[in-house]
């Protein structure tokens, strides 16, 4: 794996009806079922992609990335210029991003990946997940090692099933 040099103020948080517009590099993947609902975990590189599909259809994708998305790619987006905190919630989603370097008690299932060095430090990537009656929560640590130590980068993500049943579909 080749060594790319990132900076958390490059982040973008993209939310997707459906999936991104464009093809995304899985380097690891794990599934979560829940009845119709599959929930897609990936790591795709120092970033993550959380793809939900109903009966085999992409209804909403969470994609926390380095790259540029306009706010015309996607149902919403929030770029990190600036490393501060933000909180985003629509009816049954709801995503938080901090930027600190606590480390809660672990969930249930996780996969993680970690990169080639850099500054003396070796980048990763985790994903954690846990269902817990009709919700499914998940976080994301990843890390972004610098000349002076490194930056976490958290996400806390939960997602309640139940209310899509009254709606029969989800959209942003």
Known sequence: MQVVYQSPQQL????????P????????SRRHRMGDWNVHFHIIGESHAVIFTHRGRPLFTELLACIPVSAEQCAYVHPFTTLDAHMMQRDNYQVQVTFDATTPSPLTNSLELAFPPVWGRVPITRIEWE???SCLH?????TYPNHLGETCVRTTSHF?????KLEGRYSL
């Open 12 to 19: 973008t948080l993209a939310l997707f009806d459906g999936q």
């Open 21 to 28: 517009p464009y093809p995304l590099t899985l380097l690891r």
């Open 160 to 164: 309640d099933f139940e209310s899509n």
């Open 138 to 142: 998940w976080r994301t640590l990843h």
């Open 131 to 133: 269902q817990t009656g």
